[in-house]
């Protein structure tokens, strides 16, 4: 029960601050404060209320802790003054009540007690006071006490409003960083597939879709790991090229010719294995990867399968193309340090196979890879001995086989290389051809050998009628210059056209027989005479002879060398001879090597001959020497 104290008025009227400046009542945002009075005692609590009252609070009185706790959770007050000792439920049970249900648990609650022992007060802060003003009381510090709950509560619920902000502000940041990653993740995702179709671009080819020629380094790299790896594995590739392909591009159209392309890719994939890697290497080039080699013979076993495969016919827009391949086939050795040196070797492996039979295979072999290098070496070597004056021609006699007299000579080209010495024409002229320096080293070799042969007429070393052979390549012959450079050769040196004589093998005529044909009935308008040369050898087709101008045939002398041993031979140059009177082609023994074959040639009516056994390819100076020596003879004779 709460007793009204004597001291109270007076200190009442001992207060400083007048009732009628409620200047603290107000709290945060200037809301009116709110502050529920319990007490059982009608006069307190009217008294308390109006001491509120004049500070501007709102108030609001119960005289029992029940009513006090219905009116709080209904409207719930900003702090509770609460008298402890209440009939019924004391302030203790009221406080508990009240910090026990939510709404109403953070109300500040100060007890106003008579109550003044330690006990009473440490129980009161137990079940949750916020504070205990002793009765009696002063206003003043009642006040003040209010005023602290009030502030410290504006500020606990700020720090809870800045903690809840704060709790929002990191859930959205969170959820700004969770989209942030969702979208990094997306774009990520994005890239990849941007890039592995970047990298399924750059691997393979658009026209067939097999992988390409990087894809394969990349193969073939691994294979060589696996190979320094492992002590028994083995592999193996192959190289495909198309035969003749251009003609199908040129005749049949770009279109059909890369539908041609990608039916041979369906059919090879046929017989690629799931370990093997099948490639387009580019244009009509393809390759085959045989990662594991079970059998030292399955790549040929596979090249021969590819062939087949490849044989039959392919329909194309209701039309039928044939197709065969050239192959090259290479083993994987350790000593192979780069992917694309296996590549280069099929390569020319492949290249041997097509130039030995279009539709063959061939196994690189490393001193094909040498000869290859020496022939690269050769044609730089060659170029520069055509700009040094390296070369040098000589000249072989060829004679009247019943009198022995000169009838002619065969210019014959030497190169002395400077570090290799002698390097025999039959080396370097296919070199030459091979890479179009012929034209050059012909036009040089017929402009020496005129002028020479017109000196050595001049200088009355030779006769008149004295013939000049001249050795003609299939390229030269086949040059659009070819006839405009004989003519200035002519016109420049002075020498006679009926003096010379070129010689072409067979081949020279046969490749290109329309062509040919004209060249040669220019040459003969000229009475530039034309000669056979290794005749035999070649195609051997007597039957074409009488469709050139061709004044002379010379035998080869593989058929010369056995004229002594097999009669076969013999009769065959008997028949070679037969047919060149008939024709009214004059005929020429070449290599004869012996008195022999010499006297055999003569019975069998053989006019010319050439061969060691009557000289050797001479230097100008030795032929001139020659010519003044017969000469000698002749006359001392
Ligand atoms: P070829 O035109 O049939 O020349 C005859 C070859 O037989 C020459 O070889 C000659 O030295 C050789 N020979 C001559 N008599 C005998 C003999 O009794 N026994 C033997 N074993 N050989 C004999 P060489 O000079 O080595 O020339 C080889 C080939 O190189 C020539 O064959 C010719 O096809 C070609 N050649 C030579 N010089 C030239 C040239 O200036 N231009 C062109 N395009 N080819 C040339
Ligand atoms: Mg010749
Ligand atoms: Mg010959």
Redesign the pocket.
């Known amino acids: 029960m709460m007793a009204l104290m004597p001291k109270f008025p007076m200190l009442l009227m001992n207060s400083a601050r007048h009732p009628s400046q409620p200047t603290q009542a107000l709290g945060i945002g200037s809301r009116q404060m709110y502050i529920l009075v319990v007490d059982d005692k009608p006069q307190n609590l009217r008294l308390l209320a109006d001491l509120l009252s004049a500070e501007g609070y709102s108030v609001r009185k119960s005289l029992n802790g029940s009513m006090a706790i219905t009116a709080a959770q209904a409207s719930p007050p900003d702090l509770i003054l609460l008298d402890i000792m209440m009939p019924e439920m004391d302030g203790y049970e009221v406080c508990r009540q009240l910090k026990a249900a939510a709404a109403t648990a953070t109300i500040p609650v100060i007890f106003l007690s008579a109550l003044d022992e330690a006990f009473d007060k440490v129980r009161a802060f137990q079940v949750g006071a916020a504070d205990y003003v002793t009765k009696p009381f002063q206003v003043e510090e009642v006040l003040v006490r209010i005023k602290n709950q009030l502030a410290l509560r504006a500020a606990q619920q700020q720090i809870q409003q800045l903690n809840a902000d704060l709790e929002a502000r990191v859930q959205e940041r969170t959820h700004q960083l969770e989209q942030a990653m969702l979208d990094l993740r997306q774009e990520a995702a994005e890239r990849q597939l941007v890039q592995a179709q970047l990298l399924d671009l750059a691997l393979h080819d658009p026209l067939t879709g097999l992988p390409n020629r990087a894809y394969l380094l990349d193969r073939l790299a691994q294979s060589l790991d696996d190979l320094a790896a492992t002590a028994d594995h083995s592999f193996a590739l192959l190289f495909l090229d198309c035969d003749r392909f251009k003609l199908i591009n040129d005749s049949l159209g770009y279109s059909l010719g890369d539908a041609l392309l990608q039916a041979i890719a369906e059919r090879l994939q046929q017989l690629a294995q799931p370990q093997d890697t099948l490639v387009r290497l580019g244009g009509d080039e393809f390759a085959l990867l045989l990662a594991v080699c079970e059998e030292p013979s399955q790549p040929m076993q596979v090249a021969r399968q590819i062939q087949q495969l490849l044989s039959a016919p392919f329909c194309l827009r209701q039309r039928e193309v044939f197709v065969s391949v050239s192959i090259g086939i290479v083993f994987g050795e350790r000593s192979y340090e780069q992917p694309e040196h296996l590549l280069r070797d099929a390569d020319t492996a492949m290249h041997r196979a097509k130039a030995r039979q279009r539709g063959s295979y061939h196994i690189f072999d490393p001193a094909l890879y040498l000869a290859t290098l020496h022939a690269l070496q050769l044609e730089t070597d060659l170029r520069h001995a055509l700009q040094r004056r390296e070369l040098e021609l000589h000249y072989q006699p060829i004679v009247d086989l019943a009198s022995g007299n000169l009838f002619g000579v065969?210019a014959l080209v030497r190169w002395s290389h400077p570090t290799r010495g002698f390097i025999p024409p039959d080396r370097f002229i296919p070199v030459a051809e091979e890479t179009g320096l012929i034209i050059e080293l012909g036009a040089w070799v017929l402009e020496t050998a005129c002028q020479q042969a017109y000196d050595w007429q001049r200088a009355g070393l030779v006769a008149a009628d004295f013939t000049l052979g001249v050795?003609i390549s299939v390229h030269q012959f086949a040059h659009p210059q070819f006839l405009q450079q004989i003519d200035q050769v002519l016109a420049e040196t002075g020498f006679s056209s009926t003096c010379l004589k070129l010689?072409m093998?067979e081949s020279a005529i046969m490749d290109n027989t329309q062509q040919a044909a004209a060249t040669m009935q220019a040459l003969r308008d000229r009475q530039i005479r034309l000669s056979i040369?290794?005749?035999g050898t070649g195609y051997s087709s007597l039957s074409y002879l009488h469709l050139f101008p061709v004044d002379t045939l010379?035998i080869?002398?593989t058929f010369i060398q056995h004229l002594s041993e097999a009669e076969k031979t013999l009769n065959l140059v008997a028949a070679i001879l037969g047919m060149a009177k008939a024709l009214g082609i004059v005929a020429i023994a070449?290599?004869i090597e012996t008195a022999e074959q010499a006297q055999l040639l003569r019975q069998l009516d053989c006019n010319l001959g050439q061969g060691y056994w009557f000289a050797r390819p001479l230097t100008a100076t030795a032929f001139a020497e020659h010519c003044c020596q017969s000469a000698e003879e002749s006359a001392a004779g």
């Open positions: 065969e050795n010689e093998t040369d290794d005749f010379k080869d002398r070449e290599g």
